[in-house]
């Protein structure tokens, strides 16, 4: 019966492995052209409003500000010809609306922006009252922890029994079932703070059909993935199959688990695909042999002489390989995710990597001294050797636990690579600029020499709204030769401000340098350039 289980579980699991496989995708879309646009002024309240965008979405979430000041939630957002499509509620009131619209893109994650328009007269200053989506970083940040280190500890011990050593004592198939256990119980809090990534929604607001709605596309794949993998996990820890059942189920939630983080994630839809792809397998893979190992690999050494020599024998060769593809894989995609060695310092992404490495590169070296120093030792049968190894092994588990918590912060930090993208709209340029704690979108209007308009959306590094105080933009010429143009932006909602008087004198490449003062004790800059034409 259990045999017959493992092979319903094991088909099931490859059976999804292959319909969920990866599709082409871009970075982060980017709306190119709104209908009403932001900041117009329309005569008669519009029915509906239009948004399109630089690559295909999904709707998540719309709620209307009305000039009444009532908040609507929107229902009925849709895709015709390519766009987004909303109905707008609005009555017979004069007077400032916005509309705040969340789509998912193509890797997954959401972007949001608002729409400010005026009903009848000229453009009015702020509305009735604010309207900002939600957050709440905190949940989503222990779930995606919890996710991580429970599957990769679940499926690192199975692994490590059917395919590098299995030793008497059982302590890391307990660890496994209750790794299992513990991963879809985490997969379970991180669909809803996903929910509640995705709506902008309080948890009060949440409902059954948002954490649906949130498990389409390429989250809701990886979710699926991740599900299966666990449910193997718990076949294999639980269950006992024979070895060759258990040498194919822990292969297959191996794969599943490494199918996952290919199918979503920023890294997931980064070019060229036919590197990155490749890339985020090898290295998620290496992380899960490397940390999923190191338990089971403990629990031999305490075993006894004999299986703790010969575990660490078979382990020795895969590690070393695992090590070298580690390397290799995090250099390349560092390289292409970060585009600049200066953002490493200057970005959020940049430095979540940094804290990463600081982690990463003592357990290289305490790996590097148990294989050279403390490995021969005990294969030798050295007074105090195994004692000494089991406890770099302790210590690698808790930086290898702490390195999970720092790779849970890339959930709020874009990489740099997703914002290089400037998008050509029918009015000017949109592109954008980004710093280590806030980021913003601009757009020019039109983006060449004479008078134009700057628009900027001030953002955390998470991608939602930031509410400053003040914000300024300044534009630095090609040649260096004129005065910096600086220019106090005028407040439209709390992170949309405006500069409506400002002169590009000549064309060229321009450095644009955004002032957000966040608080009466914090300031924030950020910058980019953009190409002026004649």
């Avoid at 690999?297 to 580690?326: C, K």
């Avoid at 302790?394 to 918590?405: F, R, S, W």
Wanted: aromatic residues 6%; charged residues 15%; hydrophobic residues 55%.
């Amino acid at each position: 019966m259990i045999t017959k289980v493992v092979r319903l579980c094991l088909a099931a699991a490859l059976g999804l492995a292959c319909l969920l496989l990866p599709v082409d995708a871009e970075a982060h879309a980017v709306l190119t052209v709104a209908e009403p646009s932001d900041g117009q002024v329309l005569g008669a309240p519009p029915a509906r409003a239009v948004l399109r965008f630089s690559e295909p979405v999904a709707p998540l979430a719309f709620r209307l500000l009305r000039p009444d000041g009532e908040i609507v939630r929107l229902g009925d957002a849709r895709i015709e010809d390519g766009a987004v499509v909303v109905g707008l509620p609005l009555g017979a009131e004069a007077g400032t609306a916005i509309l705040n619209w969340r789509v998912s893109s193509a890797d997954g994650h959401p972007v949001g922006g608002a729409l400010t328009f005026t009903i009848g007269g000229e453009a009015a200053g702020a509305p009735a009252q604010e309207l900002a989506w939600s957050t709440y970083r905190l949940p989503g940040w222990a779930a995606q922890v919890a996710l991580l280190i429970s599957a990769f500890a679940g499926v690192g011990a199975v692994v490590f029994r059917y395919w590098v050593f299995s030793a008497r004592a059982r302590r890391d198939m307990r660890l496994a079932s209750a790794a299992g256990a513990a991963t879809l119980a985490s997969l379970a809090a991180a669909s809803w703070t996903h929910a509640l990534d995705v709506t902008g929604l309080t948890p009060a607001e949440i409902g059954f059909a948002d954490v649906r709605s949130g498990l389409s596309g390429a989250f809701g794949a990886s979710t699926a993935l991740i599900a299966a993998s666990s449910i193997l996990v718990l076949t294999c820890a639980v269950g006992r199959p024979r070895p060759s059942i258990g040498l194919a189920a822990a292969a297959v939630a191996a794969v599943a688990l490494v199918a996952a983080f290919v199918v979503f994630g920023h890294a997931s839809v980064a070019t060229p695909a036919w590197l990155m792809r490749p890339a985020i397998a090898l290295h998620v893979g290496g992380a899960l042999f490397w940390l999923g190992s190191l338990f089971p690999l403990l629990n031999a050494m305490a075993s006894s002489d004999t299986e703790g020599r010969v575990a660490l024998a078979r382990y020795s060769g895969p590690i070393f390989v695992t090590s070298v593809a580690l390397l290799l894989s995090g250099a390349g995609m560092a390289a292409v995710q970060l585009g600049a060695v200066a953002e490493l310092w200057s970005s959020g992404y940049g430095v979540v990597l940094l804290a990463k490495l600081a982690l990463v590169a003592p357990m290289f070296l305490l790996g590097a001294l148990n294989r050279f120093a403390l490995a021969p030792r005990v294969h030798a049968g050295r007074g105090g050797a195994r004692r000494l190894l089991r406890r770099s092994i302790a210590a690698e588990i808790v930086l290898g636990a702490l390195a999970l918590c720092v790779v849970g912060l890339w959930r709020f930090t874009p990489p740099p690579r997703t914002m290089e993208a400037v998008t050509v709209t029918v009015n000017g340029l949109q592109f954008h600029a980004h710093g280590v704690r806030a980021m913003a979108n601009l757009a020019l209007s039109p983006a060449r020499v004479g008078p134009t308009r700057v628009s900027v959306t001030v953002l955390n590094v998470d991608a939602t709204p930031l509410a400053a105080q003040e914000v300024s933009v300044v534009l630095f010429d090609p040649l260096g030769q004129l005065e910096p143009l600086r220019r106090q932006a005028r407040k439209v909602t709390s992170s949309a401000w405006a500069v409506d008087d400002v002169t590009i004198p000549v064309p060229g490449r321009w450095t644009v340098r955004v002032d957000i003062l966040v608080s009466d004790f914090e300031k924030a800059s950020v910058k980019t350039a953009v190409t002026i034409i004649r």
